[in-house]
């Protein structure tokens, strides 16, 4: 499993930024999805998840600003980031859990990070 990431980059305060992550497989069914972000000496924190019903949850710091979406059909994951400020600046990481039947047989993966930052 792979996941792609892009969008990421340079924005002042208060711009806007759409982050996306492509799965190598499909996430139709048992796969819920989400970004997470980490600043260096800081742990990686969840930013917003997606399950497989859509059903979301988002960090307290980037509700009303951040929402995150899914395609199934291009096996896409997006996270719309708006009103952006410099503390949202982080690496971000998409993230993927394959749900099996058994919650000990969930399988997760990471993509590779996309560097986001906002200048003030």
């Known amino acids: 499993v792979q996941l792609q990431a892009s969008g990421g980059g340079l924005v002042q305060a208060g711009g806007s930024l759409r982050l996306s992550c492509a799965a190598s497989?499909?996430?139709?069914?048992?796969?819920?999805m989400g970004w997470y972000r980490q600043t260096p000496g800081k742990q990686r924190e969840l930013v917003a998840i997606i399950t497989s019903d859509r059903s979301t949850n988002y960090a307290n710091s980037v509700v009303g600003r951040f929402t995150i979406s899914r395609d199934n059909a291009k096996n896409t994951v997006y996270l719309q980031m708006n009103s952006l400020k410099p503390e949202d600046t982080a690496v971000y990481y998409c993230?993927?859990?394959?749900?099996?039947?058994?919650?000990?047989?969930?399988?997760?993966?990471w993509g590779q990070g996309t560097q986001v930052t906002v200048s003030s």
């Open positions: 993230y993927l859990v394959r749900r099996a039947l058994s919650p000990k047989y969930d399988r997760d993966y």
């Open positions: 497989v499909s996430i139709s069914s048992r796969s819920d």
